[in-house]
T-cell receptor, first 110, second 112 residues
Framework: GENVEQHPSTLSVQEGDSAVIKCTYS??????FPWYKQELGKRPQLIID?????GEKKDQRIAVTLNKTAKHFSLHITETQPEDSAVYFC?????????FGGGTRVLVKP | ETGVTQSPTHLIKTRGQQVTLRCSSQ?????VSWYQQALGQGPQFIFQ???????GRGNFPPRFSGLQFPNYSSELNVNALELDDSALYLC???????????FGPGTRLTVT
């Protein structure tokens, strides 16, 4: 089955700096890659997603890149703000099963 | 906030008991997936229902079972509860697969 590895597990950045989270997946049939943000005690919320026919997608301060050949995808957050502090999960979908990475705890220091 | 709701919010059960968790999907969504999220970990896929039929299952034993109703709401049933079943149980609905899944607030289950 699909296996998704996510790094780093924790990330501390200064406000205004960029944050990058990287994920790799194992199943070449995966074709949909969402990123979720989960604040403490709350539900995961989709922040951006990318499909396998696209290499890059951007939404304001957030961007995701996908390298299908290497089976890895990354989340980039620019100009980080304290409200970006949360746990971020990458995920990959092969068929109807969504497999999550282990999560990255991001702390943005003011 | 999404239109997905779950009940109850919190639940405490004793080892060996049975539990039923409920999920109301967002209007227009015919697919519901259930996930188990242990503390400090990512959600783990339990199973998915599409138009009242199970449509995929993760690595969970048969004592985890589910139902989807004609209005697309869903139940997760867990029999013979074990201590390791303590977790946040999330349901998510979707209009298409693969596609954006909208998560409910979760049910926090504690097994003692």
């Amino acid at each position: 089955g699909e296996n998704v590895e996510q790094h780093p597990s924790t990330l501390s950045v200064q406000e205004g700096d960029s944050a990058v989270i990287k994920c790799t997946y194992s199943d070449s049939a995966s074709n949909y890659f969402p990123w979720y943000k989960q604040e403490l005690g709350k539900r995961p919320q989709l922040i951006i997603d990318i499909r396998s026919n696209v290499g890059e997608k951007k939404d304001q301060r957030i961007a995701v890149t996908l390298n299908k050949t290497a089976k890895h995808f990354s989340l980039h957050i620019t100009e980080t703000q304290p409200e970006d502090s949360a746990v971020y999960f990458c995920a990959a979908t092969a068929g109807n099963k969504l497999t999550f990475g282990g999560g990255t705890r991001v702390l943005v220091k003011p | 906030e999404t239109g997905v709701t779950q009940s109850p919010t919190h639940l405490i059960k004793t080892r060996g008991q049975q539990v039923t968790l409920r999920c109301s999907s967002q209007s227009g969504h015919n697919t519901v997936s259930w996930y188990q999220q242990a503390l400090g970990q990512g959600p783990q896929f339990i199973f998915q229902y599409y138009r009242e039929e199970e449509n995929g299952r993760g690595n969970f034993p048969p004592r985890f079972s589910g139902l989807q109703f004609p209005n697309y709401s869903s139940e997760l049933n867990v029999n013979a509860l074990e201590l390791d079943d303590s977790a946040l149980y999330l349901c998510a609905s979707a209009a298409e697969v693969p596609g954006e899944q909208y998560f409910g607030p979760g049910t926090r289950l504690t097994v003692t």
